[in-house]
T-cell receptor, first 113, second 117 residues
Framework: AQTVTQSQPEMSVQEAETVTLSCTYD???????LFWYKQPPSRQMILVIR??????QNATENRFSVNFQKAAKSFSLKISDSQLGDTAMYFC??????????FGTGTSLTVIP | GAVVSQHPSRVICKSGTSVKIECRSL??????MFWYRQFPKQSLMLMAT?????????EQGVEKDKFLINHASLTLSTLTVTSAHPEDSSFYIC?????????????FGDGTRLSIL
């Protein structure tokens, strides 16, 4: 069975500081994509960053970067220089080729001014 | 843990037919359910939010007469794509939440791949 676990239901960080959101997953597949989505109060899901499982290099997108440990099945998200607009729910997900999605239950991040 | 079952996982049908997708919370009461549609580059668009016993709230640009959502019980929400056309082909995902706040965990179904010929 495929599972995604986000063990931190809630987190907070001071503005301008760095925060890391954890995500672990379990799959027997070897080819898949990993994603972090942000869901602000508007409730739209915004793609933050994605990683191809076959790539060893960690993906980065401006202030967002991931630490992808394939053997450990870990995919954490680091947000640097946190901004007030980063306050949102963050969902970790992976997609098996063929487009089957699996999501974690989310981490609620609050950036404190 | 909380499980959301989405059925069917894959549908292939002819243009003009209607397709119903079910989203069930198996071991908790889902006061709120969300329906998403996947777009290219894996972005997910929220289509509508449904609360048990009341009409769904549709996002701007989503045709409520085309995408019928029913949330008749605390464990079941359905999305019916009426008179489906090839442009409706996509991946549809539901999620369910038991709490009221936007910071409450959401539990996602595995998605439904809809292909209209």
């Amino acid at each position: 069975a495929q599972t995604v676990t986000q063990s931190q239901p809630e987190m907070s960080v001071q503005e301008a500081e760095t925060v890391t959101l954890s995500c672990t997953y379990d799959t027997s597949e070897s080819n898949y994509y990993l994603f972090w989505y942000k869901q602000p109060p508007s409730r739209q899901m915004i793609l933050v960053i994605r990683q191809e499982a076959y790539k060893q290099q960690n993906a980065t997108e401006n202030r967002f970067s991931v630490n992808f440990q394939k053997a450990a099945k870990s995919f954490s998200l680091k947000i640097s220089d946190s901004q007030l607009g980063d306050t949102a729910m963050y969902f970790c997900a992976f997609m098996i080729f063929g487009n089957q999605f699996y999501f974690g239950t989310g981490t609620s991040l609050t950036v404190i001014p | 843990g909380a499980v959301v079952s989405q059925h069917p996982s894959r549908v292939i049908c002819k243009s003009g037919t209607s397709v119903k997708i079910e989203c069930r919370s198996l071991d908790f009461q889902a006061t709120t359910m969300f329906w998403y549609r996947q777009f290219p580059k894996q972005s997910l668009m929220l289509m509508a939010t449904s609360n048990e016993g009341s009409k769904a709230t549709y996002e701007q640009g989503v045709e409520k007469d085309k995408f019928l959502i029913n949330h008749a019980s605390l464990t079941l929400s359905t999305l019916t794509v009426t008179s489906a056309h090839p442009e409706d082909s996509s991946f549809y995902i539901c999620s369910a939440r038991s709490g009221q706040g936007d910071d409450q965990p959401q539990h996602f179904g595995d998605g439904t791949r809809l292909s209209i010929l």
